[in-house]
């Protein structure tokens, strides 16, 4: 990887910083049974454009539909391209997101920089609480990190941290816990909460996952749905 990294460099194809494409808008159902995110920003390694917008369900928290586009274009443009190419429109009508609410964050963590770093993030044995006025007084979320087995095939590039995943907790509820690492965080070696959105009971958590990047850490979104007790 860091042959590559020269070779990128020296062909001047690296946009020269590390990526925490940033959360567009999240949007509930009026039920509040499916949340939309919508991501968009440039990639680091290529500086091309690139937006995606996911689908969850607030009840199981599974992702039911996902689109994306990485292209030479502006963010801008990408994220109309999601949201209003077929079946995107009829998708989102039906499950009652078209139009829909856009939310503001109850939550939106302040970076001390623009891009990701790995003192950013909290790493295998140690936890993170963060108060979050869900209703009306602040409720503690808990994130908890532990090391899992990996076949991460760049462990000296995790910042002197380990493989990890990771346990979030609101109020004592636990709404997601890794019991093993999947295919694109193999090399997750660090996570912080970055922002909640509430609808009712029903939530949408993002989580960054710190993976290495070109010149240090990206922030990689994962997004937990679910509804609150």
Do not use: I
């Amino acid at each position: 990887m860091r042959r590559l990294l020269a070779l990128l460099l020296a062909s001047g194809t690296v946009a020269l910083a590390n990526e925490r494409l940033p959360v567009d808008h999240v949007r509930f159902a009026a039920t509040g049974g499916r949340v939309l995110v919508l991501t968009s920003g440039v990639k680091d390694g290529s500086g091309l454009g690139t937006a995606s917008l996911s689908v969850l369900s607030t009840t199981s928290g599974v992702t039911l539909y996902r689109r994306s586009r990485l292209a030479d274009l502006p963010p801008n443009t990408l994220r109309g391209w999601v949201l209003a190419t077929p079946p995107t429109p009829a998708r989102l009508t039906a499950w009652g997101l078209q139009p829909g609410r856009v939310h503001t964050a109850r939550f939106n963590r302040t970076y001390p920089t623009p891009f990701p770093q790995w003192s950013d993030a909290v790493t295998s044995g140690q936890s993170q609480q963060t108060p979050v006025p869900l209703w009306t007084q602040p409720v503690p979320v808990e994130l908890d990190v532990y090391a899992l087995p990996s076949t991460c095939p760049y462990p000296d590039m995790l910042g002197g941290a380990v493989p990890a995943g990771f346990r979030l907790s609101v109020n004592g509820q636990v709404v997601f816990q890794d019991a093993a690492l999947p295919a694109d965080r193999r090399c997750a070696a660090g996570y912080t909460l970055e922002r909640v959105d509430v609808q009712g009971n029903r939530a949408l958590l993002t989580v960054r996952a710190y993976v290495p990047g070109f010149e240090g850490p990206d922030a990689e979104p994962v997004f937990v749905a679910v509804t609150l007790n």
